[in-house]
């Protein structure tokens, strides 16, 4: 039981830097290696928020909590069985290759996700799903792309395939009342709110879309907003966004190569561009600022030299990067395409934090729930957790403070 002796320390406390670099190489060896999960551990799971398909892309593994804080979703269909995931008196574990157990936790599944919604029309987890611990994901087109004809989409990308899974785009009639629930979940409630899915048709890429829905929302919540699309192709859009009260933006690269951008997202190359991304990412910076503009890159496909070279390149203009660790998710034309290894993961994050240091542009997100699957640790002054504010007009408080840091000793009982 090293690892759990390694964690013991008093809550609010940040954990040694041998803590730290334990939970480093768990969170990403889970990353790399997925999670098998044990037979003893499947019998107590029944509260557990378990994956669900149509957050197969982003967060569709198991979401696990960590010591300090740290959360990471597990792919579970895709593992290699390093890491497997046990119960040692009464609580879970996940235990390494080298029979080292590490404490852990499951997250509740949110009580909404066994509801119909009012009408009894539609599942209500088909509607939003919470894809961290306190983030409620909205897909504004449903399980739809205007990119996802065969030589256009992201080759990565299973969006199409949750078409069962997710209900359609003309589901915002549900959204604010799917939203309610989740905003007063007892174990997890909602705490910011992402718009983002696939992109529909127009040159506004859903920002018409996003800003009408954003408005809708903080008319009744004081919550914060963060809008993922492909960038618009006019700054306009962008403008909108900001005027209509979103609070964060995404717009994702996803590669740095030329070579990566046909090959692998060859809709968005030919569509959009990557010279059109980085103007829009420059314009987000100057309406939305530092770090509320994000972008997202991934690890594992491309060179990582052009991987690290983006990094760099978004930290020098302010936009927060990002780091999505590549996951073959079955049914796409990816799958048997292999992950990095947890030395790669860790020599990567070690580098991509040495280039953005200079800037003070910390390696995103900052929410740390939100870190659960990305290359991300959340040690520092950057990192935070959200809360919802009562409402108030005028809104000028940030929607965010320093996250209570849990010990181990904190992550006590199964699944609650
Ligand atoms: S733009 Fe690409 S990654 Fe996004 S939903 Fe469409 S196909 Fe998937």
Request: with cysteine.
């Amino acid at each position: 039981m090293i690892g759990t002796e390694k964690f013991e320390s008093q809550s609010g406390e940040e954990p040694d830097s041998e803590s730290e670099r334990l939970l480093t190489e768990l969170k990403f060896g889970l990353l790399s290696c997925g999670l098998r999960i044990g037979e003893d551990a499947r019998h107590l799971m029944e509260f557990a928020k378990k994956p669900i398909r149509t957050r197969s892309g982003t967060s569709g593994g198991l979401d696990v909590e960590l010591p300090y804080s740290v959360f990471v979703n597990a792919p579970v269909a895709e593992t290699s069985g390093a890491y497997s995931l046990g119960v040692s008196n009464g609580q879970f574990v996940i235990v390494d290759h080298n029979g080292t157990s590490f404490p852990a936790r499951l997250l509740r599944a949110p009580e909404y996700y066994a509801d119909k919604t009012l009408d009894a029309c539609e599942d209500m987890v088909r509607v939003g799903q919470m894809c961290s611990p306190d983030r409620f994901c909205y897909g504004m087109t449903g399980a739809t792309c205007s990119l996802w004809a065969a030589d256009d989409r992201c080759r990565f990308c299973s969006i199409g395939l949750n078409y069962q899974a997710d209900a359609s785009s003309s589901k915002t009639k549900y959204l604010m009342q799917v939203l309610r629930r989740a905003v007063n979940d007892a174990s997890h409630p909602a705490k910011h709110v992402l718009l983002g899915g696939g992109t529909p048709l127009g040159d506004d890429m859903g920002a018409c879309l996003a800003s009408e829905l954003t408005r809708q929302i903080k008319q009744e919540f004081d919550i914060s907003i963060y809008v993922m699309i492909c960038a618009p192709l006019r700054n306009e859009y962008i403008d909108q966004l900001y005027d209509s009260g979103v609070d964060e933006l995404g717009m994702n690269v996803e590669f740095w190569s030329q070579q990566a951008w046909e090959t692998y997202i060859p809709g968005k190359h030919r569509r959009i561009g990557k010279q059109r991304y980085l103007k829009a990412l420059e314009h987000a910076v100057m309406r939305f600022g530092r770090i509320n503009t994000r972008s997202i890159i991934i690890a594992g496909l491309e060179p990582l030299d052009n991987t690290l070279e983006g990094i760099k390149f978004f930290a020098s203009m302010g936009v927060m990067p990002i780091i999505s660790p590549f996951r073959p998710l079955r049914g796409t034309e990816l799958e048997h395409h292999p992950t990095l290894s947890v030395g790669q993961y860790l020599q990567l994050y070690e580098a991509a934090t040495n280039v953005c240091a200079p800037y003070d542009i910390p390696l995103g997100p900052t929410c740390v729930g939100c870190q659960n699957n990305t290359l991300a640790m959340p040690f520092g002054s950057h990192y935070h957790t959200y809360f919802v504010q009562p409402r108030n007009e005028g809104q000028t408080e940030p929607y965010y403070r320093q996250p209570a840091r849990k010990s181990s000793a904190d992550l006590a009982g199964p699944a609650n």
